[in-house]
């Protein structure tokens, strides 16, 4: 007998009940702490992926060991909303969600390539992480070379944009600046000087601009491929 129930068809379900395997803890706790994109810049910023006792992941990272890098797939659980056209750093123009890597998405699921630097019982050492602390980890797969790299695959809008960082120049003194204020302002403003929603970036009359960093504000300018950092100050009203 042939059964006609089509709710057990493929692609007939419409909701999903999945369960973290562990989480990710690193130091980055804030938006900016976490790098772009992994691999923009020298920063190997380092994390561990903690699974969870007691569920035998012991045995399910097997032959793990030695695979330089890995995928995670993990949950944006700071995400409340999606949009379906976003405004990406990279770029002037809103794009549609599904050509870009924003955060805010139908189903809130992250995919990061990550160095895998060692493995102890269910804790994953890792490098090169743009996640933030206590990140819950769905899955865990291999980046196999041979499948998942296609150098030559286009992304029109993307391509089209002057990928080369801006060299970013102190010229004030830096010896109060907190390390990973320093950290976020070379990153962000080698990447894209320019205001843009997701930077806290003022531009003023005189052709200058500031970059806010919690309190931190650091003043700059823009000469062709170099930002000039002026000045550097903190806001200390409440």
């Not at 009940?17 to 980055?28: D, Q």
């Amino acid at each position: 007998m042939i059964n006609d129930d089509t709710s057990d068809r493929a692609g007939s379900r419409t909701d999903y009940t999945m369960h973290a395997i562990g989480v990710v803890r690193t130091t980055a706790s804030k938006r900016y702490d976490a790098a772009r994109q992994p691999g923009w810049d020298d920063t190997a910023t380092a994390a561990i992926v903690e699974l969870n006792a007691g569920m035998n992941f012991e045995q399910a990272l097997r032959d793990l060991d030695g695979c330089r890098r890995i995928w995670l797939i993990t949950v944006f659980d700071r995400v409340r909303h999606w949009k379906p056209v976003v405004r990406p750093p990279r770029g002037r123009v809103k794009r549609g969600v599904f050509a870009t890597r924003s955060p805010y998405r139908p189903n809130p699921i992250g995919l990061s390539c990550v160095q895998l630097m060692g493995i102890d019982g269910r804790i994953l050492r890792i490098e090169d992480s743009d996640l933030l602390d206590g990140t819950p980890v769905l899955d865990i797969k291999p980046y196999v070379a041979y499948a998942d790299a296609f150098p030559n695959s286009p992304l029109p809008w993307m391509d089209a944009i002057d990928a080369r960082p801006f060299d970013v120049v102190w010229e004030c003194d830096t010896a109060h600046v907190r390390p990973e204020h320093r950290v976020y302002a070379e990153r962000t403003l080698s990447a894209d000087p320019l205001p843009h929603p997701y930077r806290r970036i003022i531009a003023h009359d005189d052709g200058t601009y500031v970059l806010c960093v919690e309190r931190s504000r650091f003043r700059y300018c823009i000469a062709e491929s170099t930002v000039r950092i002026m000045g550097y100050t903190v806001d200390l009203r409440q």
